[in-house]
């Protein structure tokens, strides 16, 4: 009976899971793809680990497949969406070249250390 009672508590767990994963929209899939590059760029922490970590590398990838899906879906985006897009671009943009200063400063500073 115990047995029955888990399946149902794990199956409103899950129901109660996937109302929380927001609609499968471009505009959605554009802001997951912002988040991300916003983890890679030390904006936002790691979902998983709640920690502040820089990978420029890969986010720089993430703003240039973000740059593609503009260039590819060019004339096939509502205005909302295109202009959403041009937004994180612009501002992924901006914290990328931020962190990037910061970074070659502080490789300058470890440098002079040495």
Do not use: C, W
């Not at 399946?7 to 899950?14: A, G, W």
């Not at 593609?68 to 959403?84: D, R």
């Amino acid at each position: 009976m115990s047995d029955v009672k888990n399946d149902k508590d794990s199956s409103i767990e899950d129901k109660q899971k996937i109302k929380d994963i927001p609609d499968a929209s471009f505009s959605n899939f554009i802001l997951s793809l912002n988040a991300q590059a916003l983890v890679f760029l030390g904006v936002l922490p790691h979902p998983e680990t709640n920690k502040i970590d820089t990978n420029i590398l890969i986010s720089k990838h993430t703003i240039d497949l973000l740059e593609i899906l503009k260039e590819k879906t060019k004339g096939n985006l509502t205005q909302e969406e295109a202009s959403l897009l041009d937004e994180i671009l612009f501002r992924l943009r901006v914290v990328y070249v931020e962190v990037q200063k910061k970074g070659e400063k502080n490789h300058d500073k470890k440098i002079q250390l040495d």
